[in-house]
């Protein structure tokens, strides 16, 4: 058995194993990495599923403290899972996008071998991206504190109503409307969730908060690019209808009317591997296929 040369002894993968081919995916390179001399950890919840011989751990903030990478099978569902544990640890994510888009990912599935051989040669590199920090309160009492990666948002919980909203920043109001919610974005979640919602692509080195009301019943109701070292509030109407806050879609909290979410830019980063070299313009322009010859050369 031989040893990495990047110095890479220990890897939790995390796996969407909803899949066959996937799970079985997950074994090859759980083997790729194992004739390498690199211990693989799996996750309790997915361990049935492809991992035979491997060290099984509980998926909670400890999942990843003592590794040297979190490796992900799957779509951007299953790397915005495996950075909630990453996280804690402070520990690199690298995505290997076995879903449609996966604009997380690093690398597509025909990519496999290389990623694989790239980290077992040291030949990657860490960014570190932004995080949202956000507490909810109602009456002055805390009733969630939690982070985003991607966005944070507070909907309405029911489709027949309509949800009131005041956006603040830095403690003044800005706008208040009807709507079906407000999104917070980083940099990274721009081309997520708040993207399908009108709001504009931000590039992922540049340090800003997003916010974007979706379907707002109002005339000034455009997104709004903040500093990251301003505050963002949103207040449900107390005389309306409660509303859901969501992050990230991990983590959901029910908002009684009149709650109060604050978001402010997070302590701590994500760490997402890249691979390869090479501006964000190229990845946006691949993985929204989009067309970059003008009209005079068609």
């Known amino acids: 058995m031989t040893e990495s040369s990047s110095g890479i002894r220990e890897i939790l993968m995390v796996v969407h194993t909803g899949r066959h081919a996937n799970r079985r995916t997950a074994e090859i390179v759980a083997e790729q990495f194992a004739r390498a001399g690199v211990h693989i950890r799996a996750l309790d919840v997915e361990a049935d599923d492809f991992s035979k011989g491997l060290s099984i751990v509980s998926a909670d903030d400890n999942a990843a403290k003592g590794v040297d990478l979190v490796f992900v099978l799957g779509g951007d569902g299953t790397l915005l899972r495996a950075a909630e544990l990453a996280r804690p640890a402070g520990v690199p994510v690298l995505g290997v996008n076995l879903g449609r888009v996966g604009f997380l990912a690093e690398a597509d599935s025909d990519d496999l071998d290389v990623a694989v051989r790239r980290v077992l040669d040291g030949k990657f ?110 207040e449900v109407d107390p005389g309306g209808h409660p509303a859901v806050l969501s992050c990230d879609g991990q983590r959901t909290f029910d908002l009684p009317a009149g709650s109060r979410v604050a978001v402010s830019a997070g302590s701590e980063p994500v760490r997402l591997v890249r691979l390869w070299d090479g501006p964000f313009t190229d990845r946006l322009v691949k993985k929204f296929g989009l067309p970059v010859q003008g009209w005079r050369s068609r």
């Open 125 to 234: 590199h860490v960014d570190e991206r932004m995080t949202l920090e956000v507490v909810a309160t109602h009456d002055g009492e805390e009733i969630a504190r939690t982070w985003a990666l991607n966005e944070a948002s507070v909907e309405k919980s029911s489709r027949e109503r309509i949800l009131d909203v005041l956006i603040e920043v830095d403690g003044r109001p800005v706008s208040a409307f009807g709507c079906d919610g407000v999104l917070c974005a980083t940099p990274t979640g721009s081309t997520a969730y708040a993207f399908s919602a009108g709001g504009p692509v931000i590039w992922p080195d540049l340090q800003a908060m997003l916010v974007v009301p979706s379907n707002a019943h109002a005339m000034f109701a455009r997104p709004l690019v903040v500093s990251p070292s301003s505050s963002v509030a949103l």
